[in-house]
């Protein structure tokens, strides 16, 4: 008798275990041009969502397009929401864990998401999921996850002149810049690097590395501290 209500209760456990998941729902509406976002979270409390879950991707024709996971999605709350089990709760662009953008500049959206404060000083990092034409599906890309994942959260686009911007700090006086060009069929390249050193007061002394001809040039300058603007 005990060994059958074992399993009894074992069978519960399953049969509810997917119910007890993503107790959490939030939408982001037009999440770009293309998507809308559903996001499921395990943990919500004092004002704050967190912990492993699911994020759906429907298109226009609110058809779902994939679904993706992470251990440690984030999401900062406003005050007037409280978010209770079942209930769908909208949230703005900003507070988002989701990110969809042109990461690779080929013309189609790519998606970040959220997984966790992985990044410099513990800030906000991605997981970097791009679109495959040949599978007709968003691929994770390692190479743009440790690039959101070790920086001061996710890096810039700069659309203009087809480069990602990331940044970083060491101390309280220190910034690390670098740029990016994403070169087909290869992947990442660096081209340019800047160093703003703050450490005496003063002045800012800014170190900058670029790639010319394919060759690294370095330039040196110094400012006033009280006249630097970055």
Not at 67 to 88: A, D, M, R, W, Y
Not at 186 to 205: A, F, W, Y
Request: glycine share 6%; aromatic share 10%.
């Amino acid at each position: 008798m005990k060994r059958f209500n074992v399993y009894k209760s074992l069978s519960t456990l399953v049969l509810l275990g997917p119910l007890c998941f993503g107790q959490y729902k939030f939408e982001v509406k037009n999440a770009s041009k293309n998507y809308t976002v559903i996001i499921n979270v395990e943990n919500c409390y004092d004002g704050r969502c967190h912990d492993k879950g699911t994020v759906e991707l429907f298109d226009n024709k609110n058809t779902k397009v994939q679904t993706f996971t992470s251990e440690e999605l984030v999401i900062e709350l406003n005050e007037n929401q409280k978010p209770t089990s079942g209930k769908l709760i909208q949230l703005t662009e900003q507070q988002s864990p989701v990110i969809i953008d042109d990461f690779n500049f080929d013309g189609t959206e790519d998606i970040a998401i959220r997984n966790g404060n992985n990044g410099n000083y513990q800030s906000d990092s991605y997981d970097v999921y791009v679109f495959n034409s040949t599978r007709m599906a968003f691929v994770k890309s390692k190479e743009l996850t440790d690039l959101a994942s070790n920086a001061l959260g996710l890096f810039n686009v700069d659309y203009k002149r087809k480069r990602l911007i990331s940044t970083g700090k060491s101390g309280c006086c220190r910034i690390f810049t670098t740029e990016y060009e994403v070169v087909p069929n290869k992947g990442l390249e660096s081209v340019l690097e800047k160093e703003e050193d703050m450490t005496e007061e003063s002045r800012v002394k800014v170190i900058t590395k670029e790639k010319i001809n394919n060759k690294w040039v370095t330039k040196t300058k110094v400012y006033p501290a009280d006249k630097y603007n970055r």
